[in-house]
C-alpha cells in the first residue's frame, strides 16, 4: 500500500522495487534499485524517510521519523530503524533495533537482535552486539558486498516473474 498522508506523498524512483504488501506513506524517499520486501512498513508521517540507492529493507522491518537509509544499506527482517542514520554499506541484523539520533557508521553492522541506544555513534566496519550494542570487533570491509547484489537480483526476479494468485 502507497499513500500520502497530510499532503505529503512517497516518492519511489521507477527502478526500485516495492513489494505490494509493504506500507509505504507519507514522507518516504526510495531511490534507484532500492528494494522493500513484504509487510515493511515505512511510516514517513513525522519526517522524511530516506531508502538509498541500491539499499534493501527485509521482511516485515519497520523505518519511522527521519530515517535515513544511505546507499547500498541492508536492514534484515523485523529490524526498526527509528530517527537515526545509517550510513553506506552498513548492515541491520535481523530482529535489531537502532534509535533515535544513532549513526550507524560506513561498513558497520549491528549484529542480530542488539539494540542500539538513543544518541550511540557506531564506528565505521565495526560490529556491534548486544543490548546495549558495544563494538565486538573490527570488519575489513562491508559485509553487504554480498547482500547487496543479492537483493537487487532478487528484486529483479520478482518483477518480472511474480503474479497474484488471489484474483
Excluded: F
Aim: hydrophobic residues 40%.
Amino acid at each position: 500500500m502507497i499513500r500520502s498522508v497530510d499532503g505529503l506523498e512517497p516518492d519511489i524512483a521507477e527502478s526500485a522495487y516495492v513489494d505490494e504488501a509493504a506500507v509505504v506513506i507519507g514522507d518516504v524517499v526510495i531511490e534507484d534499485d532500492a528494494s522493500v520486501w513484504p509487510n515493511v512498513t515505512l511510516r514517513g508521517d513525522h519526517g522524511r524517510i530516506v531508502v538509498g540507492e541500491r539499499s534493501n529493507v527485509q521482511d516485515n522491518a519497520v523505518l519511522h521519523e527521519d530515517a535515513v537509509l544511505e546507499p547500498e544499506v541492508t536492514v534484515g527482517h523485523s529490524a526498526i530503524v527509528h530517527a537515526c542514520t545509517v550510513e553506506s554499506g552498513a548492515l541491520v541484523g535481523i530482529n535489531a533495533t537502532v534509535l533515535d539520533d544513532v549513526t550507524i557508521g560506513e561498513g558497520a553492522v549491528v549484529a542480530a537482535g542488539s539494540v542500539v541506544t538513543p544518541g550511540t555513534d557506531i564506528p565505521p566496519e565495526t560490529m556491534v552486539v548486544g543490548s546495549p550494542a558495544e563494538v565486538k570487533t573490527e570488519l575489513e570491509g562491508p559485509l553487504t558486498e554480498e547482500t547487496v547484489p543479492h537483493y537487487a537480483d532478487l528484486a529483479s526476479t520478482y518483477e518480472q516473474t511474480s503474479e497474484r494468485l488471489d484474483e
